[in-house]
C-alpha cells in the first residue's frame, strides 16, 4: 500500500493517505454538490476524478457514483466498491504514481483548498436509531435517575437498547442549534412548567453510516453485519434532559432530543479504522445466538469535547473518551435491529450512544460530568451545569497511527437563544 502522498499530509493532519474519508462538498456557493475525500489541506473532487475516467476497476468504471450530490449511490454498492474506490485513490494520491502528480489540468481542477469548501450533509439519511452502548453511561444514568441499587435495567445486558431519532433534524458540523422550549416535569400540584430548556446538553457519540441493508424481513447476520457499515462519523445527540426527564416515560425520548442532532461531515470508512480494531469488552451473561458473533471488534478512536464560551478566546477541554469503551458493538448493534425483520436502506445512521468511559474525567455528557447539576464544571474561570446559550461544543476524534493519524476532524455547534 502506498504510504505517502505527493501532496503534504502534516503530521498532525487527520487526513493522511492512510484515512480517505469522504464528505459531500461545494467548491463555490453556487456549485452543485458533490462527493470528495481529504487528504491533507485538500479535498479531492471525485466527479473530477470519475469524469477523468481514473475509477477503471471492474466494478466503478461505468457507475455514477461520484456525479451524485450524496454518496447514498456508492453505500449501496457495498464493500468489494468501497474497496476497490480505496484502492484506486490511494494509488492515484501516491507519491510514486504520476497519473495525477504530473497533470497540472487535472490538479487544478480536482484539488480544491479545504478552507474554501462548503461541507454538506454527506448521506441522505431515510432513518435513524440511537443505541445505549456504554455500559458506563447506562451506569451512570441509572444511578441519576433510579438510584445505586439497580442503575441498569435487566435487559440492557441481553440486547442493545434503543430509540427511534429524528432523521428531518440531523444537520451538519457547524450548524447553529437553537435551544428548544418545551415541557418540564412539575412540582407537587403545578401544572407542567413550560419555557425554553434549563438543562441542554451534549452527547458524545459516533454513528455508524448503513451500506446496502436489508430487504423487509431478512435479517442480517451478526457475523456478515461489518459489510453492510461503510463508516463512521463523530456525532453529537444534543439533548434538553428537562424535556426528555417529563416525556420518556413510557416510550422514550422524544422531544428532548428531536431539535436538532450534529454528524461531522467526513465519513471515516471501516477499511480506514481496521489497523485501529481492538477486541470488544467480554460480554456477561453471554448473548443470546443471534448477537454472538465470531470477531467481537471495537476501534481504539481517542475522543474529546471542548466547549468554548461566548466572548472567550479559548476552548476549554471537559471530557476526554475513547470508542472503544462500547459494550455492545456496532455488528450487534446492526443485527439487533434487523432481527425482526425490520430493513435498513443505504445511508441510514446508527448511533452508538454516549460513549462514556470508566474514569469520571471520561464521560460524555454534562448529566454525568456534573451529575445533574449538582456538581458545576469549572472552564476558563466560569462555571456550567448545562449548556448557556452562545457556548460552542467541539468533538474530535482520532486514531494515532505510526507516524500518521486517521481522525474525524471536528464535530461543532453553538447554542442560538431560545425562540420563544
Ligand atoms: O436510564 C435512563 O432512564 C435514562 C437514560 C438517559 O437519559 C440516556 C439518554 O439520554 C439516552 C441516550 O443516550 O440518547
Ligand atoms: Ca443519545
Ligand atoms: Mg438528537
Request: contains cysteine.
Amino acid at each position: 500500500m502506498a504510504s505517502q502522498s505527493f501532496i503534504e499530509v502534516k503530521p498532525d493532519s487527520h487526513f493522511s493517505i492512510h484515512n480517505l474519508p469522504y464528505g459531500v462538498f461545494k467548491p463555490q456557493p453556487d456549485s452543485s454538490a458533490r462527493p470528495g475525500v481529504a487528504i491533507g489541506d485538500y479535498v479531492l473532487d471525485l466527479s473530477e476524478i470519475a469524469k477523468a475516467g481514473l475509477f477503471n476497476g471492474p466494478i466503478l468504471k461505468d457507475s455514477d457514483c461520484f456525479l451524485q450530490p450524496n454518496l447514498n449511490k456508492l453505500l449501496a454498492l457495498g464493500r468489494p466498491a468501497w474497496k476497490e474506490a480505496r484502492a484506486t485513490l490511494q494509488k492515484l494520491l501516491s507519491s510514486t504514481e504520476a497519473t495525477l502528480r504530473d497533470n497540472a489540468n487535472l490538479r487544478q481542477k480536482a484539488l480544491v483548498p479545504l478552507g474554501k469548501v462548503e461541507m454538506i450533509l454527506p448521506i441522505a439519511i431515510g432513518d435513524y436509531t440511537d443505541f445505549f452502548s456504554s455500559m458506563h453511561h447506562a451506569k451512570n444514568c441509572g444511578t441519576i435517575f433510579r438510584g445505586p441499587q439497580n442503575p441498569i435495567t435487566p435487559n440492557w445486558f441481553h440486547l442493545p437498547i434503543a430509540y427511534h431519532g429524528r432523521a428531518s433534524s440531523i444537520v451538519i458540523s457547524g450548524t447553529d442549534i437553537i435551544r428548544p422550549s418545551g415541557q418540564g416535569h412539575p412540582s407537587g400540584n403545578s401544572p407542567p412548567p413550560f419555557g425554553p430548556s434549563q438543562k441542554l446538553d451534549f452527547e458524545l457519540e459516533m454513528a455508524a453510516v448503513v451500506g446496502p441493508g436489508n430487504e423487509l424481513g431478512k435479517p442480517i447476520d451478526v457475523n456478515q453485519a461489518a459489510d453492510h457499515i461503510f463508516g463512521l462519523v463523530l456525532m453529537n445527540d444534543w439533548s434538553a434532559r428537562d424535556i426528555q426527564a417529563w416525556e420518556y416515560v413510557p416510550l422514550g425520548p422524544f422531544l428532548g432530543k428531536s431539535f436538532g442532532t450534529t454528524i461531522s461531515p467526513w465519513i471515516v470508512t471501516l477499511d480506514a479504522l481496521e489497523p485501529f480494531a481492538c477486541d470488544a469488552p467480554k460480554q456477561d451473561p453471554h448473548p443470546l445466538p443471534y448477537l454472538a458473533e465470531k470477531i467481537s471488534k471495537n476501534y481504539d478512536i481517542s475522543l474529546e469535547v471542548q466547549i468554548k464560551p461566548a466572548g472567550q478566546q479559548d476552548s476549554c477541554v471537559i471530557t476526554k473518551s475513547n470508542f472503544k469503551h462500547l459494550y455492545w458493538t456496532l455488528t450487534q448493534q446492526l443485527a439487533h435491529h434487523t432481527i425482526n425483520g425490520c430493513n435498513l436502506r443505504p445511508g441510514d445512521i446508527l448511533g452508538t450512544g454516549t460513549i462514556s468511559g470508566p474514569e469520571p474525567e471520561s464521560l460524555g455528557c454534562l448529566l454525568e460530568l456534573t451529575w445533574n447539576g449538582q456538581k458545576p464544571l469549572s472552564l476558563n474561570g466560569t462555571t456550567r451545569k448545562f449548556l448557556e446559550d452562545g457556548d460552542e461544543v467541539t468533538f474530535t476524534g482520532f486514531c494515532k497511527g505510526n507516524g500518521y493519524n486517521v481522525g474525524f476532524g471536528t464535530c461543532s455547534g453553538k447554542i442560538l437563544p431560545s425562540v420563544l
